[in-house]
């Protein structure tokens, strides 16, 4: 049974979540506030963590920084069920590592549908690490190194912090070099072919891998954009 952690400052939302969660034989936990969740999450096992962004006292984006910057957690998928319809709020919430994004009100059907793809989507993934246990594989691309097996980017001898998400996007790109993707594509392969959402998702990680990794990111020496076309690796 996979574990679900609910945050929402109202008591009536998380009625709602934790009954059409359970009745779809998931186990639900509860909490308030982002305080609270961090508890939660430091002791119990967490499969996807249900996160609203307006909090009282720690807003859900400052949880999401925290569960993204702890080693043990960073890699729980979360999705932000938030009133914040607006573009920029869905970028600030993909840039800072949400897997999904879903505004208020939305229908039980649709939740349930973006739960079962994220899953599906990681523990695909994390199966592929598993089975690489053994061996190492590596992509070493001048000062960069990008570890599959360990999940970890090292830059100039740093490492360098990344979300699921990105690291998958970036290991694609690089394992590729030359090779033009698509937005389509790269939802396509990294995403799923069932991800509900728009390609303007790779554009945000894209921008936030940038920010990471090239020392100018409005002039990019390893992620290129072709015009009218995509991305590749240079």
């Known amino acids: 049974m996979k574990t679900i952690l609910a945050v ?3 008591e009536h939302i998380l009625e709602l979540l934790a009954y059409n969660l359970e009745r779809d034989s ?3 936990l509860k909490s308030e506030s982002g305080e609270h969740a961090l508890e939660i999450l430091a002791a119990e096992k967490v499969d996807i963590v249900l996160l609203d ?8 984006i400052e949880v999401l ?41 939305f229908g039980i059907h649709e939740l349930l549908a973006r739960i079962k793809a994220v899953l599906r989507r990681t523990e695909g993934i994390a199966k592929v690490t598993e089975n690489e246990d053994e061996r190492e594989e590596k992509l070493i691309i001048d000062s960069m190194e990008i570890n599959r097996s360990r999940r970890t ?17 970036l290991y694609l790109l690089a394992k590729n070099r030359g090779i033009v ?6 939802l396509e392969k990294v995403w799923g072919y069932d991800y509900i959402g728009e390609t303007r998702t790779v554009d945000v990680h ?16 390893y992620i290129k954009t072709v015009r009218g076309m995509g991305y590749k690796f240079a």
């Open 8 to 10: 929402d400052d109202e």
């Open 26 to 28: 998931y186990k639900v």
């Open 53 to 60: 962004w307006m909090l009282p006292g720690m807003d859900g």
């Open 65 to 105: 920084r925290r569960i993204r910057a702890d080693k043990s957690n960073h890699r729980i998928p979360v999705i932000f069920l938030t009133a914040k319809s607006d573009e920029i709020s869905k970028v600030v919430g993909l840039e800072v590592g949400s897997d999904d994004y879903l505004v208020k009100p």
């Open 153 to 169: 980017v090292t830059f100039e001898g740093r490492p360098i912090e990344l979300s699921f998400k990105e690291f998958e996007l």
């Open 181 to 186: 993707f698509t937005r389509d594509n790269l």
């Open 206 to 221: 894209v921008s936030n891998l940038r920010k990471k990794i090239e020392k100018d990111e409005s002039h990019p020496v």
